[in-house]
């Protein structure tokens, strides 16, 4: 990896770092607060319109930011195209979703979605206007801009939200934060970028961007229902008390998980954009952005797994000590999501995202498939399969990576085998540490340090190549 092309992709993992975490952690306190004051069936409402809000924001995207920012000989034309259609698409989404509120509200007989439904999608009006900046600040590597944003609507929203949630707004509260933080990113992404949109728009740009994009849209709209499909069945299926822990589960695995991979995805994708032509240099930045991203994931998913218990017991409560067993489980299915990440991208890279969509497919069949050989077993053994369903889809992208540029699954697995080794022997540590101690503050905070101290320790002692690399950015950045 060239000096300049390493500069830059330390810089934007730092700054796409500081602002997914920044921002995560903001919203995260948010919500211990909120849900302190709120009820779960204030959540559970706009829970029910979670699906419906991604779906369509994968719509409005279609795929064109991730064309854009792949495309080296992107003109104007090109983003005046995308500006447009995007909020031609977001307003008759919005109007779709207006009308149809009285019969969503009816499936779940909750009569207040309809209200609630109507106000709370106008967030996917403004999210329109701002994919050109966000493709734009992407391209350069400037996720410093991008985490201002982030940071200052997460904090804004946040207070209207405790102060609406205090003053007895409920559920309103939640709809109100969505829409401040909405409006806040886009109204700071557009004063921070000189990009400013004319009446052109090109058929001949749409077609070529979409012919790109749309397949990405489609894997995207798959892989948003296949996520939502859980908490349907689990729903439908089990108690409400049963979906309540599993949702919290997911929420807080999610949350090292979703954000190391989003910050993965922003950075290394615009960088291996630029080598994309050179098999040879791109399987070496490949691989070492593999080796970087494991090293980082792994050892966070392993240890949050092997103080769960405490962990919950702490923050929420005696009442969702059952939260931590499935949250010990889903970390361990979650660890692998990064590693996905850094797959597809490379599918992306190549322009093949016929093949991006094939393995979405191929994927959600089997994950599907595993869903209905666990559900009678019970929700145990539905979250023990998802840890099976990523590794099948693991071996499944790394098949195709390996036809790319000759990095397939066994040299994949040795490249990290050393880290995920450490990671696991750092959880059996751990967690055969930690239940002689009896009061959970003391628990976690010495299972963490535990975990710590021999990840790190073990692995300045055998020298791992990651852990210098890591180091000398943080002396760099310090110095």
């Known amino acids: 990896m060239s000096d300049s092309l390493k500069g830059k992709t330390a810089k934007g993992i730092l700054w796409s770092s500081l602002e997914r975490f920044s921002v995560q952690g903001v919203q995260f306190l948010v919500m211990i ?16 319109l979670t699906i419906f809000l991604q779906i369509s ?10 064309a854009l920012i792949r495309k080296q000989n992107r003109t104007e034309v090109d983003n005046f195209t995308v500006f447009y259609f995007n909020i031609v698409v977001s307003i008759v989404l919005y109007i779709t979703l207006f009308i149809s509120a009285p019969w969503i509200a009816k499936f779940y007989h909750t009569p207040i979605l309809i209200p609630v439904m109507r106000v709370i999608c106008l967030g996917i009006v403004i999210n329109s206007f701002v994919v050109v900046q966000r493709a734009l600040f992407t391209i350069k590597i400037d996720f410093k801009t991008q985490a201002k944003a982030s940071l200052f609507a ?28 909405y409006g806040g990113i886009a109204l700071l992404l557009w004063y921070f970028s000189k990009w400013r949109p004319k009446w052109v728009y090109s058929w001949k740009s749409f077609k070529e961007l979409f012919s790109f994009g749309s397949k990405l849209m489609i894997s995207g709209l798959l892989n948003t229902t ?16 049963n979906l309540g822990h599993y949702t919290r589960a997911h929420q807080f695995a999610d949350f090292p998980s979703s954000n190391i991979t989003g910050i993965l995805q922003r950075v290394t994708y615009p960088v291996l954009c630029t080598i994309q032509n050179d098999d040879k240099r791109l399987s070496d930045v490949y691989r070492k952005l593999l080796k970087l991203s494991a090293y980082i994931i792994f050892p966070m998913m392993c240890g949050l797994a092997a103080v769960a218990h405490p962990f919950i017991i702490l923050l929420l409560g005696e009442k969702w000590e059952f939260c931590s067993i499935i949250l010990q489980i ?15 991208n490379l599918l992306q890279v190549k322009g093949r995202s016929d093949l991006f969509l094939k393995l979405e497919i191929i994927k959600k069949i089997i994950g599907i498939a595993i869903l209905c050989i666990t559900i009678p077993i019970g929700l145990i053994a539905m979250c023990y399969g998802q840890i099976v369903s990523s ?64 990840f790190i320790g073990i692995s300045k002692i055998m020298k791992f190549q990651e852990f210098n690399y890591i180091v000398s950015i943080i002396k760099k950045n310090n110095g």
């Open 154 to 181: 997460a904090i804004l929203s946040g207070i209207v939200g405790i102060g609406m949630a205090y003053k007895g707004y409920g559920v309103w509260s939640l709809v109100a934060q969505q829409l401040v933080n």
């Open 330 to 344: 889903l970390c361990f299915s979650m660890m692998w999501y990064p590693i996905h990440a850094i797959n597809l």
């Open 57 to 66: 924001q994968s719509l409005i995207d279609s795929g064109f930011s991730q």
């Open 391 to 454: 590794i099948i889809a693991l071996i499944i992208n790394t098949y195709y990576t390996g036809k790319l540029i000759q990095v397939g699954f066994i040299k994949q697995m040795k490249d990290i085998s050393g880290t995920l080794v450490l990671s696991l022997l750092m959880f059996i540590t751990v967690i055969i540490s930690i239940p002689y101690i009896s009061d959970s503050l003391i628990k976690l905070i010495f299972g963490t340090t535990l975990g710590a101290i021999f």
């Open 226 to 241: 296949y996520n939502n499909i859980y908490l349907i069945v689990i729903g439908r299926l089990f108690t409400a008390t």
């Open 33 to 48: 607060i909120m849900a302190r004051i709120l009820t779960p069936y204030d959540y559970g409402i706009i829970g029910m």
